[in-house]
């Protein structure tokens, strides 16, 4: 790949860079840093990032990555909930990996709500991206619910998510947001390995 590409890319990014998108990428950061250290503060911050991309999403017509980012902020909601309210006898919600049941619900919302957003784009939207903008948006649907929960896998949807985003954001244009997500991809990676040493470490005072 042409690095010089990739530079020139970043450097028309900035320059097309809104206030309100610069915003939208510095909280979304933040967000990714406090969920990798477990900390309450990746919800009032992926709240306000959230809220921006939806504003963002619909003026590029990306209506999946919009709806994604409506049902972000309620989801944030319930896990702010959820991490501040855990277990009767437990201080905290402690970090835990899926079990099988866990896997084919999780499994199964992926495959429902890529056929329902696929379907809703393709028939009655201007999308230009149905397939891919559908995929990113059911396999962050995904991630958003498991953590919520706390579970480890939580971060390999947003690994996959991440990694169809970079391409799909420098497609419409926003290029420091597909950079974005490019950063986010190696901080999913870091927060895999930071929460499967978490969960063993509560397995292990169990």
């Given at each position: 790949m042409d690095c010089q590409w990739?530079?020139?890319?970043f450097m028309e990014g900035l320059q097309h860079m809104t206030w309100l998108e610069a915003l939208a990428v510095v909280f979304g950061i933040a967000s990714v840093f406090f969920s990798m250290r477990e900390n309450i503060l990746v919800y009032p911050t992926g709240i306000i990032s959230t809220l921006i991309y939806v504003w963002i999403c619909l003026e590029v017509k990306l209506y999946a990555?919009?709806?994604?980012n409506a049902y972000f902020f309620s989801m944030s909601i319930?896990?702010?909930?959820?991490?501040?309210?855990?277990?009767?006898?437990?201080?905290?919600?402690?970090?835990?990996?899926l079990k099988w049941k866990g896997w084919?619900?999780?499994?199964?919302?992926?495959?429902?709500?890529?056929?329902?957003?696929?379907?809703v784009l393709s028939t009655y939207t201007d999308s230009d991206v149905p397939y891919w903008d559908s995929f990113t948006t059911s396999s962050a649907f995904v991630g958003m619910y498991l953590m919520a929960k706390k579970k480890v896998e939580n971060w390999i949807a947003w690994i996959i998510t991440d990694l169809v985003s970079v391409p799909l954001y420098f497609?419409?244009?926003?290029?420091?947001?597909?950079f974005q997500?490019?950063?986010?991809?190696?901080?999913?990676?870091l927060g895999l390995?930071?929460?499967?040493?978490?969960?063993?470490?509560?397995?292990?005072?169990?």
């Open positions: 990739i530079i020139n890319g990555d919009m709806g994604i319930y896990g702010w909930y959820v991490w501040t309210h855990p277990r009767p006898g437990k201080s905290i919600l402690p970090v835990t990996w084919i619900y999780a499994i199964a919302l992926l495959v429902a709500t890529y056929g329902v957003l696929y379907f497609y419409k244009g926003l290029i420091l947001t597909s997500f490019l950063f986010f991809t190696i901080l999913a990676v390995i930071a929460w499967i040493k978490s969960e063993k470490k509560h397995a292990r005072s169990a």
